[in-house]
């Protein structure tokens, strides 16, 4: 029997308040589950569902239509769930004693009261917007609805943008730079971290920022913003950062994150966590009672940390919405928790990542040990046309070789290859389950081996002591002989100051030349033929470990400030 039907008799009433992923997915999963159930969906905004995370692109023009961002409308809801959804309607208090909620009507200011049997808080999230000076000035933006896209679209075309800043170096803010771009603007991102893409690690983020420079983005990292004001003769708007720097431009787009909405949870006394989200069980449910949260909102567990998180991203969100809906109608479903599987687009780049980064790790003290490896395969097989290189940073435990992590950045492919891990760490699985893991394969897909397998196979390999791993940290404290077996020509364009040159085929005959004592420690470009040769030397007696990723993750840490 449902927790409803426990505590009342008849028809039980579901109010909502909130729409977009988690209040609309609810709202449908408890229609799908009764037919007796009243339910009534409270959105303050005039959209109850529509794709926030295609905004950019309606920015940029790529989506023409707004009636295409519109996932359901209040008519669509009423007509296929007989639910009742009212827009332009806000939640002002909820009265936990009574089980009732007050409602405003935004269009005519009535105010009036109405009771649950189960309420479901689904506010999301707002933009963060700073106390700086100036902040108010006209042509100044957040992106989180559609009217936010009304917005700016009328403003590039009333003022004629020719030049925008972007404060912020996320997934809103990278999306935002390749779309007004693409309408001739030029484009400044500053970003308070000294990297974009918060979610990666510094060295993976460089191939990204390297990609938006390519596309004549400028970028101003390690800075943050300390206000705004009037351009000459009070045209557009002027950006100045704490580094005393000055952007002029004609407008500007604040993407510096968003906060969970809890005025509401936290004025009724629901228990909010430390990170400022509103705390729920397992079943989405919260210290209220009757009353469930979900989306944005809410402080949400890392699977792989075991630590309290949160985590604005439409997927988990819906998910959230259906256990809600489940759990409010008796059936026990559980949220398992996130590992922040996201991708995102950057002009011709696909970043995506899934699982832990290896900051998160270091900043986690619940976490077990782990190594990491790179590689750089292509997203199908070299000999047929068109082949793209997806550069991999792939985290796994030292013990049991549990799939911890993964970042991945290339044209192709790369989404395909982190979907794919990304169910591997949601069941638990090794490195030697993805060496074992049957992927599509035919020349215009991918590999005999496919790029998730060699992951695991090089994982695996480090694991069994067939090829142990070195990392540039090792080579810059002077751990071994450091080996180069790349070819002349690439040797002499540049290479690691105190390196040995061996290339890969004249290895075996010049084994004479390395010490018998101490390590050899061996790169190559990318960690392919620096493989071979370790096995080379170690099956002829020498301690030798490869460096992972090869002189292009030296490159990529080099420029990061890592080394």
Same mark, same amino acid.
């Given at each position: 029997m449902s927790p409803l039907n426990q505590e009342k008799s008849g028809k039980p009433r579901i109010l909502i308040v909130g729409g977009v992923a988690g209040g609309a997915s609810c709202a449908a999963r408890a229609r799908r589950l009764s037919e007796e159930a009243e339910i009534i969906i409270f959105e303050r905004g005039p959209y109850v569902s529509f794709a926030n995370c295609g905004l950019p692109y309606y920015v940029g023009d790529v989506i023409k239509k707004e009636e295409n961002l519109l996932l359901a409308t209040p008519p669509y809801f009423r007509g296929r769930f007989n639910i009742d959804v009212r827009v332009h309607s806000e939640v002002t208090a909820l009265d936990r004693q009574k089980n009732e909620v007050e409602v405003r009507n935004i269009d005519t200011g009535e105010t009036y009261r109405e009771g649950y049997d189960a309420l479901v808080l689904s506010p999301g999230a707002a933009p963060v917007r700073p106390s700086l000076p100036g902040i108010d000035l006209p042509g100044i933006f957040s992106l989180r609805t559609i009217p936010d896209s009304h917005q700016i679209r009328e403003w590039i075309v009333e003022q004629g943008v020719k030049r925008a800043?972007?404060?912020?170096?996320?997934?809103? %803010?990278?999306?935002?730079?390749?779309?007004?771009?693409?309408?001739?603007?030029?484009?400044?991102?500053?970003?308070?971290?000294?990297?974009?893409?918060?979610?990666?690690?510094?060295?993976?983020?460089?191939?990204?920022?390297?990609?938006?420079?390519?596309?004549?983005? !400028?970028?101003?990292?390690?800075?943050?913003?300390? %206000?705004?004001? &009037?351009?000459?003769?009070?045209?557009?708007?002027?950006?100045?950062?704490? *580094?005393?720097?000055?952007?002029?431009?004609?407008?500007?787009?604040?993407?510096?994150?968003?906060?969970?909405?809890?005025?509401?949870?936290?004025?009724?006394?629901?228990?909010?966590?430390?990170?400022?989200?509103?705390?729920?069980?397992?079943?989405?449910?919260?210290?209220?009672g009757r009353i469930w949260a979900v989306g944005d909102a809410v402080e949400v567990r890392d699977i792989i940390s075991g630590e309290w998180?949160?985590? *604005?991203?439409?997927?988990?969100?819906?998910?959230?919405?259906?256990?809600?809906?489940?759990?409010? &109608?008796?059936?026990?479903?559980?949220?398992?928790?996130?590992?922040?599987? *996201?991708?995102?687009?950057?002009?011709?780049?696909?970043?995506? !990542?899934?699982?832990?980064?290896?900051?998160?790790?270091?900043?986690?003290?619940?976490?077990a040990h782990y190594e990491k490896v790179y590689l750089q395969p292509t997203h199908h097989v070299g000999y047929y046309p068109g082949a793209k290189p997806i550069m991999m940073k792939f985290i796994f435990s030292i013990e049991g070789g549990r799939v911890l992590g993964v970042q991945a950045v290339g044209e192709d492919g790369v989404e395909k290859r982190i979907d794919v891990i990304s169910m591997a760490i949601q069941k638990g699985a090794t490195v030697f389950d993805l060496e074992e893991a049957e992927m599509c394969y035919a020349p215009q897909f991918g590999g005999a081996k496919d790029p998730v397998n060699l992951a695991g196979m090089v994982a695996a390999n480090m694991l069994r002591g067939d090829s142990p791993? *070195?990392?540039?940290?090792?080579?810059?404290?002077?751990?071994?002989?450091?080996?180069?077996? /790349?070819?002349?020509?690439?040797?002499?364009?540049?290479?690691?100051? %105190?390196?040995?040159?061996?290339?890969?085929?004249?290895? /075996?005959? /010049?084994?004479?030349? &390395?010490? %018998?004592?101490?390590?050899?420690?061996?790169y190559c470009r990318q960690g392919h033929r620096s493989y071979y040769a370790t096995r080379i030397l170690r099956l002829n007696g020498f301690n030798a470990r490869n460096v992972s990723g090869g002189i292009l993750t030296y490159n990529m840490q080099r420029r990061a400030g890592m080394r």
């Open positions: 800043v972007i404060v912020g170096g996320g997934f809103i %803010g990278l999306e935002m730079a390749e779309n007004l771009v693409s309408r001739g603007i030029s484009v400044s991102i500053v970003e308070m971290l000294p990297q974009v893409m918060p979610s990666l690690d510094p060295e993976m983020a460089v191939l990204v920022q390297d990609h938006l420079v390519a596309n004549g983005v !400028s970028l101003h990292l390690g800075d943050a913003v300390a %206000g705004f004001e &009037l351009g000459a003769e009070g045209h557009g708007i002027v950006v100045t950062t704490q *580094a005393g720097e000055k952007h002029p431009c004609d407008m500007v787009i604040l993407a510096i994150g968003v906060r969970p909405e809890i005025k509401l949870a936290r004025e009724a006394g629901l228990k909010i966590g430390d990170l400022g989200g509103i705390r729920v069980d397992d079943r989405m449910r919260t210290s209220g998180t949160l985590l *604005a991203l439409a997927g988990p969100a819906n998910r959230q919405g259906r256990i809600a809906a489940d759990a409010i &109608l008796g059936r026990d479903s559980r949220f398992r928790g996130v590992q922040a599987t *996201a991708v995102c687009k950057v002009f011709d780049m696909v970043v995506a !990542s899934t699982g832990a980064s290896e900051k998160a790790l270091q900043r986690s003290v619940k976490t791993v *070195a990392h540039w940290d090792d080579v810059n404290q002077g751990k071994g002989t450091v080996l180069d077996v /790349r070819t002349l020509r690439e040797f002499t364009a540049g290479h690691y100051e %105190g390196a040995i040159h061996i290339p890969i085929d004249e290895l /075996r005959e /010049r084994l004479g030349e &390395l010490l %018998g004592d101490g390590e050899v420690l061996v």
